[in-house]
């Protein structure tokens, strides 16, 4: 009887998290799957320490397959495999996951991107909006938040 318990509570806790990493989820930060082609999307300006770097990977065919593979990993999860937004907890997250695909995405600049991946919905505007989204600058080193966003991008068509 025990143990039964402990496999229901290690699988419940086990899908707590992997809800709690995925949701990059707010609609002002233009990403919000349906939501986002019916309205504007209004993002903050990009942190100064952020907007200054530069992309290394920027268009290398090597970097965005590792991108693609630490995507698969960290991310698939909620803005799905070829990240329209629709990944399995997708659905359970408010605000809605960003759509990469989205038209209104495709001007959004790598820093910002970077700066999102690095601190998630940490800083606001993010955290008052609930979004779920992981901070993964302790997670990734900053080479490979940069062949995360050159991924990214190639979903867009960059």
Known sequence: MRLPMMVAGAFALTSFLLIAACGESDTSDGRGGAESASQPIERP????????????F?????A?????E???ASCAQCHGDSGRGDGINAASL??????????????????YIFWRI???????????????MTPFGSLYDEEDRWRMVSYIESLRGD
Do not use: C, H, W
């Open 70 to 72: 630490l995507y698969a």
């Open 118 to 132: 690095t601190e998630g919905s940490m800083m606001e505007p993010f955290r008052s909006m609930r979004s779920g």
């Open 45 to 56: 300006d990009t942190p100064p320490e952020f907007a200054s770097r530069t992309n290394p």
């Open 64 to 68: 965005i397959e590792k991108g693609r």
């Open 94 to 111: 408010d605000p809605p996951v960003t759509d990469f695909t989205d038209d209104d995405f495709k001007d959004v600049s790598s820093q």
């Open 58 to 62: 920027s268009g290398d065919a090597e």
